[in-house]
């Protein structure tokens, strides 16, 4: 049982957005949206370069470019003059900066549990059982086709199979590396469509919470945002599992399969394509090292800003991550790979 701050991570497009909706039904519960706050701040050049929190000064600098971000601005979505105020106050350090955030957000929701939810924070679960170790971290996994299939609809996402196999795969690794901490909850995409009830009622009596029958209820708000931004379903469904044969070539899944290797049974995941070719792979790799090079050409100007405007955080976020829709173009490439 955990009292603590609850963190949902994993690779992106695998539930953690279901997850994070269901929980925050619950009549004590507020998971915070991505705020990629340990992505954004916590690097050795942007502590040096904001330096001790506890200086006024250098407090004021960070939480100001920080709130600047797109991204926080979009995974908070609360009163940001209220809660400057409050971080101003009590964020003397970035663990209590980040917990000031979250406990802002659940006040402004009248809920009295915390938490957050940013998949990429999946790189960080050490350090977030380091600064709360009475926390609980749900690690969401979903089958690695899948999630691909779905990464290669994404603007942000690579246009290479075998990249985004390698991000899934990468993103589930690292939040392993804390599963023998007692916090730890592996929480499978597959089991929470399927059986949703169960896999809840499991996670509150990790969370030391009772369960709530309106964590299956999703508000008229969820179903109209659910329906312009096609970001997931609900009511829930288990449409979406297994759609990655309609979605993927089959030399597609096959290359993310060969990408994954004995990996993906390690998840639970089974293959089942006919082993990749030498001609398939070197395909695949061929394509990968293409989208990768691509990718870099277009952040380049976000090292100038890394570089010779290191504080100027929501600059080098807008070249490094770029919005807008994925051209058509990458479709056409995604041929050279397949």
């Not at 955990?2 to 497009?13: E, K, L, M």
């Not at 001609?279 to 090079?293: K, P």
Request: proline residues 6%; hydrophobic residues 40%; positive net charge.
């Amino acid at each position: 049982m955990n009292a603590g701050p609850i963190f949902i991570v994993g690779a992106p497009r695998s539930g953690t957005t279901l997850l994070r909706q269901m929980l925050s039904r619950h009549p004590r519960i507020a998971i915070c949206g991505e705020t990629h706050f340990l992505t954004t701040v916590y690097n050795e050049r942007t502590r040096r370069v904001f330096g001790d929190l506890r200086d006024e000064a250098n407090r004021q600098r960070l939480i100001d470019a920080y709130l600047a971000t797109r991204r926080a601005q979009r995974g908070i979505r609360m009163d940001f003059s209220r809660l400057k105020e409050r971080l101003l106050r009590d964020g003397d350090s970035l663990q209590s900066l980040f917990a000031a955030i979250l406990k802002a957000y659940a006040e402004s929701q009248g809920k009295q549990r915390w938490g957050e939810k940013t998949p990429q924070h999946a790189r960080f679960t050490e350090l977030l059982f380091e600064w709360y170790p009475d926390a609980l971290l749900l690690h969401v996994v979903r089958d690695p086709r899948d999630v691909v299939a779905s990464l290669l609809r994404r603007p942000a996402a690579a246009n290479s199979a075998v990249l985004n196999a390698r991000a899934w795969l990468r993103l589930n690794l690292a939040a392993r590396r804390s599963q023998a901490r007692p916090g730890y909850l592996e929480v499978r995409y597959e089991a929470l469509t399927a059986e949703p009830e169960e896999q809840l009622r499991k996670i509150c009596r990790c969370a030391g919470e009772e369960y709530s029958s309106s964590m299956l209820s999703p508000e008229q708000q969820e179903l109209e945002r659910s329906s312009a931004m096609d970001r997931f379903r609900t009511p829930l469904s288990t449409d979406r599992l297994g759609t990655w044969r309609q979605d993927l070539s089959p030399i597609e899944a096959a290359q993310i399969e060969s990408t994954l290797g004995g990996q993906m049974e390690t998840f639970g995941y089974s293959r089942q394509m006919p082993p990749a070719s030498a001609l398939t792979r070197w395909r695949g790799a061929s394509f990968a090292a293409f989208d990768t090079a691509r990718m870099a050409f277009q952040k380049l100007p976000a090292l100038w800003y890394y570089y010779t405007a290191p504080t100027d955080l929501a600059s080098y976020e807008r070249w490094r991550f770029p919005p807008g829709e994925k051209p058509h173009a990458p479709q056409i490439e995604r041929s050279i790979g397949a």
